[in-house]
């Protein structure tokens, strides 16, 4: 079985390791984590740690760095605009993304999302969908946190402007096949998934310098969309 990863705001610069406040609590009293035990810290941003642990008290590990182990930012970064979803929907895409590597994620207030997100409710909204990318990055293992929104959604005016030809909308009616069509070897691939209702016809055509690719010949969920289309990107880009 793999390390168990924890992340932190900044590796220890020393030899010496302390793992304190949420993570170290999680550590010391939900994964019972042992002196002995090999755990792995992260920054979120590549940078990690090896590390045994020596010490262990009331929510605190403590112990010796082994090893680093820095690791390159992605390239190509995938980036999906998802669609927001009803209930906990959103929540599930997020989370099965995460351990598939996606590096950014945006809320998208489409016009046929059930649920929007205005005011106070578009912030914690967010903020949970950042706290759902978090843990699963580190059930992953991830030593690359990927970002989650910056304003609490965004309009497909704000959606249009970050496409390119580089950009790919899935769609039930689209004749391109995602498992065939021209990949870049750097910079972002762009990948919007719509709502439970699907893209508009108006939105498709604000997406104009974006391809609209198909998976196959089934309509998946908008919580599963992004997953499967994850998962060729992550094959042919070499990434599994």
Same mark, same amino acid.
């Given at each position: 079985?793999?390390a168990?990863?924890? &992340? *932190?705001?900044?590796l220890? #610069?020393g030899?010496?390791?302390?793992?304190?406040?949420p993570?170290?609590?999680?550590?010391?009293?939900? %994964?019972?984590?042992?002196?002995g035990?090999? *755990?792995?810290?992260?920054?979120?941003?590549?940078?990690?740690?090896?590390?045994?642990?020596?010490? #262990?008290?009331?929510g605190?590990?403590?112990?010796?760095v082994v090893?680093?182990?820095?690791e390159?930012?992605? !390239?190509?970064?995938? #980036?999906?605009?998802?669609?927001?979803?009803?209930? !906990?929907?959103?929540e599930?895409?997020? %989370?099965?993304?995460?351990?598939?590597?996606?590096d950014?994620?945006?809320?998208?207030?489409?016009?046929r999302?059930?649920? %929007?997100?205005?005011?106070?409710?578009? @912030?914690k909204?967010?903020?949970?969908?950042?706290?759902t990318?978090?843990?699963a990055?580190?059930q992953?293992r991830?030593?690359? &946190?990927?970002?989650?929104?910056?304003?609490?959604d965004?309009?497909t005016? %704000?959606? /249009? /402007?970050?496409?390119?030809?580089?950009?790919?909308?899935?769609?039930?009616e689209?004749?391109?096949?995602?498992?065939?069509?021209?990949l870049?070897?750097?910079g972002?691939?762009?990948?919007v #998934?719509?709502?439970?209702?699907?893209?508009? !016809?108006?939105?498709?055509? =604000? @997406?104009?310098? =974006?391809?609209p690719?198909?998976?196959?010949r089934?309509?998946l969920?908008?919580?599963?969309?992004?997953?499967?289309?994850?998962?060729?990107l992550?094959?042919?880009?070499?990434?599994w």
């Amino acid at each position: 079985m793999s390390a168990p990863l924890f &992340l *932190i705001d900044a590796l220890p #610069v020393g030899d010496a390791f302390t793992l304190d406040g949420p993570e170290g609590h999680h550590a010391a009293t939900v %994964q019972r984590i042992r002196p002995g035990e090999t *755990i792995l810290l992260s920054d979120g941003r590549g940078a990690s740690a090896t590390c045994v642990v020596e010490a #262990v008290g009331k929510g605190t590990v403590s112990g010796t760095v082994v090893s680093r182990s820095p690791e390159p930012a992605p !390239d190509p970064r995938l #980036v999906v605009v998802q669609g927001i979803a009803k209930g !906990d929907r959103g929540e599930l895409a997020v %989370q099965a993304m995460t351990e598939i590597g996606v590096d950014e994620i945006l809320p998208w207030a489409a016009s046929r999302s059930v649920t %929007q997100w205005r005011g106070d409710r578009g @912030f914690k909204a967010r903020d949970k969908w950042a706290a759902t990318a978090r843990e699963a990055a580190k059930q992953a293992r991830r030593t690359w &946190l990927p970002t989650v929104g910056g304003d609490p959604d965004v309009s497909t005016k %704000q959606v /249009a /402007a970050r496409l390119s030809s580089s950009s790919f909308v899935l769609h039930e009616e689209a004749t391109e096949r995602l498992t065939t069509v021209p990949l870049p070897s750097s910079g972002e691939i762009v990948l919007v #998934v719509g709502p439970e209702g699907g893209i508009s !016809d108006a939105e498709l055509a =604000a @997406f104009s310098s =974006a391809t609209p690719v198909r998976l196959g010949r089934e309509v998946l969920r908008t919580s599963t969309a992004g997953v499967a289309a994850l998962s060729v990107l992550s094959t042919r880009l070499g990434r599994w």
